[in-house]
C-alpha cells in the first residue's frame, strides 16, 4: 500500500513530471475517489495508484484511456485502446442534430467509434443504428449505450464496400478525415494510441465524405438530413459535395473555438 499525501503534493510530483494542472486534478480525482473541488481542500488521500497513472500521461498516453473514460455531452463515456477518443468538438455535431431531432426519428451513426454520439442521440430519443468497422468500437458503443440506460443497434460494416439496406431520418456521421501526409505530423499521443482507421481520410481527406454521400443517398428519406462533423479547414469542399449531390439547404456550423465544425443538408 502506497503512503499518504495531501492532494496538493499529488499536483505538485505531477506538475514536475510535465502533466498539466487539468490532467492532474482529473487523475487525484478518479484515482484517489474524491470530486475535483476535493483536490482543492487538500486531503490526505492514500496515493495508491495515482502516480502510476501520472507517469502514463507523462510518458505520451492519452488521459482518457488512462481514466477509462472521459465526459462527452454531460456524461461520463467509457474509453478504452484502439477506439477513437470522444472530442469536445463532436458535441456541435450532436447539438445540431438534437435541434433537427423529432421524438422516434431514426438516426444511422456512421463511424460510432465509442458511441458517443450514438448514445448522446438514443438519450434525445431517436432510434439509433450504429455502425463502424472496428470490433472493438462495437464492443464499447453496445457498453456505452448500457451504461446511459438507451438502445442503441451497433453493427460491425466497413461502409466504403458495404450498405444497408433500410432508410433513416437522419444520417450522422464523424468519419476519418485527416489527410494521410498529415498523420505523421499528429501529436504522439494521437498517431501512436488511438486507431489510424479512424484517422485517415485519405490523400485529400475527403474520401469517406465523397463516399458516404454516394453509398447512402438512397438510405434517407425524402426531407431527412444528412450531418458531418469536418476539419476545420473542410467547409467549403463537403459543402460542395453535398450540394453536387442534390442536397439542398447546405449549411455549416462553428464549434465553441470558432472553428468550422459541421456540415449538414436536407435531401
Known amino acids: 500500500m502506497r503512503e499518504k499525501l495531501k492532494t496538493s503534493e499529488l499536483v505538485k510530483k505531477m506538475l514536475a513530471m510535465g502533466l498539466t494542472r487539468q490532467q492532474s486534478?482529473?487523475?487525484?480525482?478518479?484515482?484517489?475517489?474524491?470530486?475535483?473541488?476535493?483536490?482543492?481542500?487538500?486531503?490526505e488521500v492514500q496515493e495508491d495508484n495515482c502516480l502510476d497513472a501520472a507517469m502514463q500521461v507523462a510518458n505520451g498516453k492519452p488521459l482518457q484511456y488512462v481514466l477509462g473514460e472521459w465526459d462527452f455531452c454531460g456524461h461520463r463515456i467509457l474509453c478504452k485502446e484502439g477506439v477513437l477518443i470522444p472530442r469536445e468538438d463532436t458535441e456541435t455535431l450532436v447539438e445540431v442534430a438534437k435541434k433537427h431531432l423529432k421524438a422516434g426519428d431514426s438516426v444511422l451513426d456512421l463511424c460510432c467509434g465509442s458511441g458517443?454520439?450514438?448514445?448522446?442521440?438514443?438519450?434525445?430519443g431517436a432510434k439509433v443504428s450504429a455502425v463502424d468497422i472496428n470490433d472493438k468500437a462495437i464492443e464499447l458503443t453496445k457498453e456505452n449505450a448500457l451504461l446511459w440506460?438507451?438502445?442503441?443497434?451497433?453493427q460491425k460494416m466497413d461502409i466504403l464496400s458495404e450498405k444497408t439496406d433500410k432508410v433513416f431520418d437522419m444520417i450522422v456521421s464523424n468519419p476519418p478525415y485527416i489527410r494521410t501526409s498529415e498523420i505523421r505530423k499528429l501529436d504522439t499521443s494521437v498517431k501512436k494510441y488511438e486507431p489510424r482507421n479512424a484517422l485517415d481520410g485519405g490523400d485529400d481527406g475527403l474520401l469517406f465524405y465523397r463516399e458516404i454521400t454516394k453509398r447512402f443517398f438512397e438510405n434517407l428519406a425524402d426531407g431527412g438530413m444528412l450531418i458531418y462533423e469536418i476539419g476545420f479547414d473542410q467547409r467549403e469542399q463537403v459543402m460542395n459535395l453535398l450540394e453536387q449531390a442534390g442536397f439542398k439547404?447546405?449549411?455549416?456550423?462553428k464549434d465553441l473555438n470558432g472553428n468550422d465544425r459541421v456540415v449538414y443538408g436536407v435531401k
Open 116 to 124: 458517443c454520439i450514438s448514445v448522446a442521440l438514443a438519450k434525445a
Open 149 to 154: 440506460g438507451v438502445s442503441v443497434d451497433a
Open 249 to 253: 439547404n447546405v449549411t455549416a456550423e
Open 25 to 43: 486534478f482529473e487523475l487525484v480525482s478518479r484515482f484517489c475517489g474524491i470530486s475535483k473541488n476535493e483536490v482543492l481542500l487538500d486531503r
